[in-house]
């Protein structure tokens, strides 16, 4: 007689601080506790384990640029609160979506918050050097027009 295959409870698994394993599970859709949709990316929240900086929260993806550059994304540092940017490199260890369900906003509600901020914060440095791109190549513009 053949046993069931059962998933193991990773329990042994580093998860940011307050994550239970359980929310790093999809809720299915009969589940009455939903995900919060309007919380984190349409409630989900994207966690790298790196290196160097520990837990990052995931708050902005950029797209690969025309130098050949891979896909990066702008975070925020758990342990700290400060913005980084992490790449797919050696250095990220580990991509961990958390799912955020009606039941545990509450407990996940500091990085709903830590969210919230650093998305804010990504798009004022996003703009920041866009802008100073912009200015530059108008200005090589306007400099090989008058020479």
């Known amino acids: 007689m053949r046993s069931k295959r059962t998933a193991v409870a990773p329990a042994t698994v580093d998860l940011p601080p307050g994550v239970t394993a359980k929310d790093t599970v999809c809720p299915t859709w009969k589940s009455k506790d939903r995900l919060v ?18 837990w990052v929260l995931a708050t902005l993806r950029i ?14 540092i758990v342990s700290t609160g400060k913005q980084c940017r992490v790449g797919c490199g050696p250095h990220v260890e580990r991509e961990l979506t958390v799912y955020v369900r009606g039941s545990r906003a509450k407990a996940l509600a500091k990085y709903l918050v830590m969210y919230a901020g650093g998305v804010a914060d990504s798009n004022q440095i996003r703009d920041r050097i866009s802008t100073r791109r912009a200015q530059g190549a108008l200005y090589r513009s306007r400099l090989g027009r008058d020479v």
């Open 63 to 76: 797209r690969r640029g025309r130098g050949g550059y891979t896909d990066r994304t702008y975070g925020v």
């Open 37 to 54: 949709r309007d919380a984190g990316d349409y409630g989900r929240l994207t966690f790298y384990k790196t290196r160097g900086f520990g």
